[in-house]
Structure formats: C-alpha cells, structure tokens
C-alpha cells in the first residue's frame, strides 16, 4: 500500500521568505504524486502533480516540486511567499491502475507579514 | 464551466438519525469519489464509482455508510443511525477517468452530529 507522511502540522514563514513543505511517500512501485492546497471553508484544488514526466513539476501560483526517487520525497516550494498562500497543503499519492488518492495528514503554511 | 457542487454546505442532526449529503459531479466526468475529512484523521477515501462499474467501497468505516450513484451523474452518500464520530467534512470529487486524470473537488458539507 502507498502512504505519504507531511512533515510538520504548522509551517511559518515571513511574506517573502521561501516556502518548503515537505512530504515523502513509501510506495512499492512507481508512484504519481500531487500537491493540493485547501483554503478555508473550500475544497482542495490541484497545485501540480508528477506522473513520471519530468522530475521538477511546475504548477500554479508560483510552486514547484522536485520528485526524489532516491530519497523518496516530493517536496513543494516557492520562492518568495505572500499572504495569499496562506492555506492548507496536502500531498498524495496513487499507482498505475489505482483509482483513489491516498493523502498525508496536511500542512497548515502561516504566512507572516 | 461548473465545477462539482455539493448539499447541504452544513448539516446538524442528532445522534441516531439518517442523513443524506449529495454531490452533483462536473458534466461528463466518469469516476466520482467520496472523502472523509476530520481532524486528527487527516483526508480518508471512503468510496469510489467508475461509470458503469460496480463501486470500490473498501473506505466505508461500517455496514452504516452507503452510497449510490444514479445515471451516471448525481451521487448520494447515506450515513444511518449517525454517531458523533461520523461529524466530519464529506468532499466528494470527480475526474474525467481514474489514476493520474486530476481530481476535482466540491467545496464539501460539514456535517455536526450532536
């Protein structure tokens, strides 16, 4: 079975600071893996994801992730954060021929004036 | 276009009663799927249609959780006899197919069980 594991509940930066969530996956066979952001009172929408194309995925509102097979890790960054990505990130992911999304446990991102 | 809607945004019931929460997926899109999300438990699937396919219901917690899905589109999840356990946020998503098509998601319904 897949699972991904999001280190740290809370993360705090200064507008302008980098951002870094982590998050790292165990999976037995090649995975797919997404970033998503929730904002308050919303459903999640889908920052970016990795389907075995290239390794470094761009996505929206400035965020990227890097795939780390070898250190088995998808972690989501952005280099300068404003208050407006303030939110509620969750990584997931599934398999070839796996239908649903198996989701860490979330990273609430505080920003800071 | 539309993105997926779901009813009620917020449910009160006591413990004992039935409620059904319901999701109107994006026009055309074939997988639908179902999400439990509570604190200390994170996001949890609970179930899965695939068009005609009879449904992944592996997620469902007990015998008291059911879903269906009529014509395709329109999904209703059922939770009978509620607990106060079951007081969660329920997000239903869909995609145009399974695996690595994305996912999207309803603002969902936050259901309170006194």
């Known amino acids: 079975a897949q699972s991904v594991t999001q280190l740290g509940s809370h993360v705090s930066v200064s507008e302008g600071a980098l951002v870094l969530l982590r998050c790292n996956y165990s999976s037995s066979v090649p995975p797919y893996l997404f970033w998503y952001v929730q904002y308050p009172n919303q459903g999640l929408q889908l920052l970016l994801k990795y389907t075995s194309a290239a390794t470094l995925v761009k996505g929206i509102n400035g965020f990227e992730a890097e795939f780390k097979k070898s250190e088995t890790s998808f972690h989501l960054t952005k280099p300068s954060a404003h208050m407006s990505d303030a939110a509620e990130y969750f990584c997931a992911v599934t398999i070839s021929g796996y239908s649903t999304l198996t989701f860490g446990k979330g990273t609430m991102l505080l920003v800071s004036p | 276009g539309a993105g997926v809607s779901q009813s009620p945004s917020n449910k009160v019931t006591e413990k004992g009663k039935d409620v059904e929460l319901r999701c109107d997926p994006i026009s055309g899109h074939t997988a639908l799927y179902w999400y439990r999300q509570s604190l200390g438990q994170g996001l949890e699937f609970l179930i899965y249609?695939?068009?005609?396919?009879?449904?992944?219901k592996s997620g469902l917690p007990s015998d008291r959780f059911s879903a269906e899905r009529t014509g395709g589109s329109v999904s209703t999840l059922t939770i009978q006899r509620t607990q106060q356990e079951d007081s969660a946020v329920y997000l239903c998503?869909?995609?145009?197919?399974?695996?690595?098509?994305?996912?999207?998601f309803g603002p969902g319904t936050r259901l309170l069980v006194l």
């Open positions: 249609f695939q068009g005609n396919s009879a449904p992944d």
């Open positions: 998503a869909s995609s145009l197919d399974t695996g690595v098509e994305t996912q999207y």
